[in-house]
């Protein structure tokens, strides 16, 4: 299985954006799903996740201005990003742990950059 990331992209301050992520060769299946970020000189951090059923789950730096979502019957998980901020500037990776593979799924990463 290989997640392709997509929807990255240079936006100002205040901006929105929406990531998506989809899996190849596979599907989601019955998995939390996450998003992870990993700015320039900083260790890879866990931004949100979403279950199978649809409970979601933030850090605190993005919490009320980042939703996450999925669609199962399309497969795709989805990341919302609304009052972006220069701190928010990082590659973005979508992420599954596989209870049936046992197995790590990392998507290719997609670069969000927030400057005026």
């Known amino acids: 299985v290989q997640l392709q990331a997509s929807g990255g992209g240079l936006v100002q301050p205040g901006g929105s954006l929406r990531l998506s992520c989809a899996p190849s060769g596979g599907i989601f299946g019955l998995n939390t799903l996450d998003w992870y970020r990993q700015g320039s000189g900083k260790e890879r951090e866990l931004v949100a996740s979403i279950t199978p059923g649809g409970r979601m789950t933030y850090s605190r730096s993005v919490k009320g201005r980042f939703t996450i979502s999925r669609d199962n019957a399309k497969n795709t998980l989805y990341l919302q990003m609304d009052s972006l901020e220069p701190d928010d500037t990082a590659v973005y990776y979508c992420?599954?742990?596989?209870?049936?593979?046992?197995?790590?799924?990392w998507g290719q990463g997609t670069q969000v950059t927030v400057s005026s």
């Open positions: 992420h599954f742990y596989s209870s049936y593979s046992l197995q790590h799924y």
